[in-house]
């Protein structure tokens, strides 16, 4: 499924959007005056957009976060920022070319930016591991927000991971424990922290990177304690039944709103994120400027005082 | 009876296995038949092949703190259903039903009670209300007993078994990951020890959390550990794993274990080590 350049609910739009395509062509071609019927399309495809969009399932979300064409952590930050420099390995073991991260500079700001990496073709989804770091990514990315930390960096992590890989060598290097302690010394980072979900957001693999003082989901990103399929596999014993598990789950941005997990959902252009990746950045890169902006007002103490209260008071329990 | 009527019926059950009722039991490491009065006095640990048999929270508590006594605190928290969560069974259905089993409100029970006369804030799991899992009345009762820790300055003491978050919570019981760790963030400042111990299993969301970060981690012999299951690792990876693989003995060698230790010795291990780290 991961493999087709659309998934099933997009046929109609891209349908649609050939026949506006070809008819402009042939109307440029041929000198042909085709506007008012160019024009009349348009208007039934915004609608046709906003029918399916407003009416997509969980599941379906879950689907546009994986598209194949959606953008990922390197495009994020080739698209939003400058001078890039990246940084590699864990300094104990490897370099785990899931996490990536090194020194930017958006708007003329210098910060500090983490994500998970996805491959695009088939050699780069295994160079990349399809996103799922070992024990070393998660070193790697501590050690990137210890050099923010001392040259007094904001940090911007961006999440796009299907989970922290469960492998033999995973287990051997500690993955449980990498996670942990990342988990922890997030919380006493001197620097600001914002946390972007681009995509998805699973489990321990995600929130190994993700304390932060602003965190944020794209549009159509999910976030959650397992994968729909994880999930159905487990409680309905049947990994096809992850629609269900979707539902069940409430991973969307919607829902984690609602929950009061996160700060803000960054909305996506026309079909998502991958129909217009330009401006899905721009709408990235403004929502974390304005949180960079609004944590710089804090000191340092309050900072963290407010990161450790925006979690503690997490959870929901009769009493 | 109960083994006789088992044998019959084939394997007992995952839940029957775990505490061993019948007359005889029969050890699910070497197959061993021991009698059940013996078992007892061995602390439920095979004679034959030191295999630790998973035991009720209460039998803990017996044996680690003084007196068997714990001044349990946050007895009235109680799982809410945020997500109207359903897969074959209603959440709140299952709630009830680990209730009934229990006799517990919850996953987890905590207090303060002193070991050898050092008084502690101690929290225990229990395996038995739905495999141990992390939601949020779990990281909330985690989290307060770290508070209490840090309140009254005194060393915390976990012992974990868990299978890891609480998939009916969703997101809820992930953060609860966090929730604990940040805690334990202020009572690492504090220079307050914390000592988690391991019982089979500890895995997955509770293992790359609060029971990963103890200053001493110690587990009791052949526990399964680790953040995936050995299910998934060998779906992922489309291999049979090595023998003993993610094992306490496994992790001791590969160094994200301070010890093994033997239950019985838990009690005393415990106390020497507050002794050389809590001096107030
Ligand atoms: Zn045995």
Redesign the interface.
């Known amino acids: 499924m991961t493999d087709r350049p659309y998934l099933e609910f997009e046929r109609p739009i891209i349908e649609l959007e050939k026949k506006i395509s070809d008819m402009r062509d042939f109307s440029a071609g041929e000198s042909i005056e085709l506007s008012g019927e160019i024009t009349s399309l348009e208007k039934k495809l915004n609608k046709l957009r906003q029918e399916i969009y407003s009416n997509l399932t969980r599941w379906q979300r879950v689907q546009l976060s994986r598209h194949p064409k959606r953008p990922y952590t390197l495009d994020y930050i080739r698209m939003m920022t400058t001078d890039f420099i990246e940084i590699h390995g864990d300094r104990y073991f490897a370099d785990d070319k899931a996490m990536v991260g090194g020194f930017a500079t958006l708007e003329g700001r210098p910060i500090m930016v983490v994500g998970q990496q996805k491959g695009r073709d088939t050699k780069q989804k295994v160079i990349r591991n399809f996103g799922m770091a070992h024990p070393e990514g998660y070193r790697k990315a501590l050690r990137l927000f210890r050099l923010a930390e001392k040259f007094e960096l904001p940090i911007v992590v961006l999440i796009d991971t299907p989970g ?5 060598g ?8 990498a ?3 990342n ?3 997030m ?2 980072l001197k620097v600001p922290i914002v946390v972007v979900i681009i995509g998805e957001g699973a ?2 693999g995600a ?2 990177i ?2 932060g003082d602003v965190v944020m989901m794209l549009e159509y990103s999910w ?4 994968s729909p399929e ?2 159905a596999a ?3 014993r049947d990994a096809a039944k992850a629609p ?2 979707a539902e ?4 969307t941005s919607d ?2 709103m609602k ?1 009061g ?1 996160i700060d803000s959902i960054i909305p996506e252009p026309d079909s998502g994120a991958h129909s217009n990746p330009e401006e899905a950045a721009r709408l990235v890169k403004n929502a974390i400027l304005e949180a960079l902006s609004d944590l710089q007002k804090l000191s340092i103490d309050e900072l963290l005082e407010r ?2 209260k925006k ?2 008071k ?6 | 009876m109960a083994w006789f009527r088992k044998s019959k019926q084939g394997l007992p059950t995952h839940e029957k296995r775990n505490i061993p009722e019948g007359l005889w039991t029969k050890c699910e490491s070497c197959g061993e038949i021991v009698y059940g009065k013996k078992m007892e006095d061995l602390l439920w640990v095979c004679p034959t092949c030191n295999f630790h048999f998973r035991i009720p929270s209460q039998k803990y508590i017996n044996l680690l703190l003084d007196d068997g006594y714990l001044e349990e605190y946050d007895t009235n928290l109680t799982s809410a259903d945020p997500l109207k969560f359903k897969d074959s069974k209603k959440y709140p259905d299952r709630i009830k039903a680990a209730q009934q089993k229990t006799g517990k409100p919850e996953g987890v029970t905590a207090g303060m009670a002193r070991i050898n006369g050092i008084e502690v804030s101690f929290a225990i799991m229990n395996f038995q209300f739905i495999g141990g899992s992390m939601g949020s009345v779990v990281g909330e009762k985690i989290a307060r007993a770290i508070e209490r820790a840090i309140e009254c300055e005194v060393p915390l003491i976990i012992v974990s078994c868990s299978g890891g978050a609480r998939m009916q919570e969703g997101i809820l019981s992930l953060m609860q990951m966090a929730k604990t760790s940040a805690l334990l963030a202020i009572l690492h400042e504090k220079r307050i020890p914390y000592i988690s111990i391991l019982t089979n299993p500890t895995t997955a969301g509770v293992m790359a959390s609060y029971a990963s970060l103890g200053d001493i981690i110690m587990a009791e012999p052949k526990a399964l550990l680790g953040f995936a299951g050995p299910r998934v690792i060998q779906q992922t990876i489309g291999q049979d794993l090595p023998e003993g693989f993610q094992s306490s003995e496994f992790f001791l060698e590969k160094g994200f274990l301070d010890m093994i230790v033997d239950r019985k010795e838990l009690r005393k291990t415990v106390t020497k080590l507050l002794k050389y780290m809590w001096r107030r």
Not at chain 1, 248 to 251: M, R, V
């Open positions: 922290a890989f469960p492998g033999i995973a287990e051997e290097r500690g993955q449980a424990e996670i942990a302690r988990i922890r010394d919380f006493r489990s321990g929130l190994g993700g304390i976030y959650s304690v397992i994880g999930c487990i409680l309905w269900e598990a069940a789950l409430k991973p829902d984690l929950l997990i990161r450790l979690y503690r997490i959870g929901e329990y009769n009493e």
